[in-house]
């Protein structure tokens, strides 16, 4: 059993910023990658990013360039700064941890509008 603490998210104008928190514990035996997806109505969820346990990230190409994951002192949790917020990244965004197998938040709602 994993258990996730998230923070972060609420709603922000176009261009601005915000960062969410997301701390995993509990059986896990092993960090392979640590990140995020998200899912908007109607939208398939997609890749924001993730860090794996070498340290690379990776990030979709819709956030490329805008969005940095970090990850907090080789524990099992991770950071995603967002910066330039465009009305599209509006989403649910549910933080997962990759270990023997793949264990998902509860989600957190990030609305970018004015």
């Known amino acids: 059993q994993v258990q996730f603490v998230e923070s972060g998210g609420g709603m922000v104008q176009p261009g601005g910023s915000l960062r969410l928190s997301c701390a995993a514990s509990g059986n896990i035996w092993r960090f392979v990658a640590m990140g995020w997806y998200r899912q908007s109505p109607g939208k398939q969820r997609e890749l924001v990013g993730y860090?794996?346990?070498?340290?690379?990230?990776i990030y979709g190409n819709a956030v490329k360039g805008r969005f940095t994951i970090s990850r907090d002192n080789a524990e099992n949790a991770v950071n995603l700064q967002m910066n330039s917020l465009k009305p599209e990244d509006t989403a649910v965004y549910y933080c997962y941890l990759q270990s023997g197998e793949v264990y998902w938040g509860q989600g957190t709602q990030v609305t970018v509008s004015s």
């Open positions: 860090i794996s346990s070498g340290g690379g990230a």
